[in-house]
């Protein structure tokens, strides 16, 4: 059984798999990470992409809304590049210390 933050991350996953070639995976990380719903918390995730730019966020936001919307949670999302990522220090090391990286597919990856 996949928890419910599991399954807002194959929607996302397969939304942005299906729009954006470039999409390289997300990484899960904050209080969701232990699966269970936290009422009044967003999930927080890094989406990675080839390339990021005002176009891309464009065309970003209308998904992430579509999926709180149906979902009934909070998503809030940093669309990056792993160039820039690596560049947002506090971030990136916040991440790699503690999240989870799923593939295109939602799987996840160690």
Not at 21 to 33: A, N, R, S
Not at 62 to 82: A, F, Q, R, S
Not at 86 to 110: A, Q
Request: hydrophobic residues 35%; aromatic residues 12%; negative net charge.
């Amino acid at each position: 059984m996949t928890s419910p933050v599991h399954d807002v991350i194959k929607v996302l996953t397969s939304s942005f798999r299906k729009k954006f070639d470039d999409f390289k995976g997300v990484y899960l990380f904050g209080q969701f990470l232990d699966g269970k719903n936290h009422e009044g918390e967003d999930i927080e995730l890094v989406a990675i992409f080839d390339n990021e730019n005002k176009k891309k966020r464009e065309e970003i936001w209308p998904i992430i809304g579509k999926i709180e919307t149906e979902m009934n949670v909070c998503i809030d999302l940093y669309p990056y590049t792993i160039e820039d990522f690596k560049k947002d220090k506090d971030l990136y090391n916040e991440v790699m210390e503690e999240g989870i990286f799923f593939d295109t597919l939602g799987i996840m990856k160690n």
